[in-house]
C-alpha cells in the first residue's frame, strides 16, 4: 500500500468502484484488479486503504494505541477502550484481530492527500499487501 503510505487489507465488504469507477476496476471484486508493479502506488488513488484492515495487538502497540501491558491483559478490554476512542471498529476473539475504524469509506489513517498518516508505523497487512490480500499480486489501482 501506498509508498509514502499504504498497506494491507485483507478483507473485503459491499463498496463503491474507485473515485469515478474508471478503468472497471471495482474495489470489491479483486477479479478487476489490475496487477501490481513497483512504483504503481505514486499517484495512486489508494484503493487498498479503503479496504477493512485486521490488525494485531502488536500493530496496535506499534500505532502507539495500546500499551504493552494492555495487549498482554485482556484483548476484549483494549478493544472495549479503542472502539469507543474511534480507533477500532470491531474485535474478533476467535482470530485476536482487531478491525481499524473507517472514516467514511476509507481507513481512519489515510490523508486527504490520500496518503498514509502512520506510514512508518503502519500495520503488518498493509506492508505485505499486495503481496498478500484477497488476489496477491494484484491490486484496485486508479489514478487520482
Ligand atoms: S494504516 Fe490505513 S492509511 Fe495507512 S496504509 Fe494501512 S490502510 Fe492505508
Ligand atoms: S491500490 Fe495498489 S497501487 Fe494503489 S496504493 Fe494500493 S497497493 Fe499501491
Not at 473515485?19 to 512504483?39: E, F, L
Not at 477500532?88 to 472514516?103: I, K, S
Request: aromatic residues 8%; contains cysteine.
Amino acid at each position: 500500500m501506498k509508498n509514502s503510505g499504504r498497506a494491507a487489507p485483507i478483507r473485503l465488504s459491499d463498496r463503491f468502484d474507485g473515485p469515478k469507477g474508471v478503468d472497471g476496476i471495482a474495489i470489491d471484486r479483486p477479479s478487476t484488479w489490475q496487477k501490481y508493479h513497483s512504483g504503481d502506488c505514486k499517484g495512486c488513488w489508494g484503493g487498498c486503504c479503503t479496504l477493512p484492515v485486521e490488525v494485531s495487538a502488536f500493530d496496535l502497540m506499534r500505532l502507539g494505541v495500546a500499551t504493552e501491558d494492555e495487549a498482554a491483559s485482556s484483548q476484549k478490554k483494549l478493544a472495549k477502550r479503542l472502539i469507543k476512542e474511534g480507533v477500532l471498529q470491531r474485535y474478533h476473539p476467535t482470530t485476536g484481530l482487531f478491525v481499524l475504524e473507517q472514516r467514511g469509506r476509507d481507513c481512519i489513517y489515510l490523508g486527504k492527500d490520500r496518503l498514509c498518516t502512520v506510514y512508518e508505523k503502519r500495520p503488518e497487512v498493509c506492508r505485505q499487501f499486495p503481496k498478500i490480500g484477497p488476489r496477491p499480486g494484484f491490486c484496485p489501482k486508479q489514478r487520482k
